[in-house]
């Protein structure tokens, strides 16, 4: 069983930065791929962007935020950061973390292990 915990959320202005973490702990020799998936109320899970763990170089991001987000390892094993720059209110939503994938990874119905999510709010 594999265990995601997220940090960084929070409200910023449009325009503004946040950080997203996550961290993997369990069986993280599982682990191939992680990624941000979001959910906004009322509207269907969108996969933000996901990238190999295991030293591959493949990345997805979604069209929605190409160019101003970018996902990356982070400095300790089974982590993951999501940098999001020039926010703006269409961002605002819960952001999961997510790993253990069983399909592309654009469609969100192929990660099968969420963290609890973290809000990121994005005001005008």
């Known amino acids: 069983m594999v265990q995601l915990v997220e940090s960084g959320g929070g409200s910023v202005q449009a325009g503004g930065n946040l950080r997203l973490s996550c961290r993997g702990s369990g069986y993280t020799w599982r682990i191939n791929y992680m990624g941000w998936v979001r959910r906004v109320p009322g509207k269907e899970h969108e996969v933000v962007a996901a990238i190999n763990t295991a030293g591959g170089e493949s990345y997805f991001y979604a069209a929605s935020v190409k160019g101003r987000f970018t996902i990356s390892r982070g400095n300790a094993e089974n982590t993951i950061d999501l940098q999001m720059d020039s926010l703006k209110t269409e961002d605002t939503a819960m952001y999961y973390c997510?790993?253990?994938?069983?399909?592309?990874?654009?469609?969100?119905?192929?990660?099968?292990?969420w963290g609890q999510g973290t809000q990121v709010t994005v005001s005008s």
């Open positions: 997510v790993a253990d994938l069983s399909g592309p990874m654009s469609n969100w119905q192929g990660w099968d292990t």
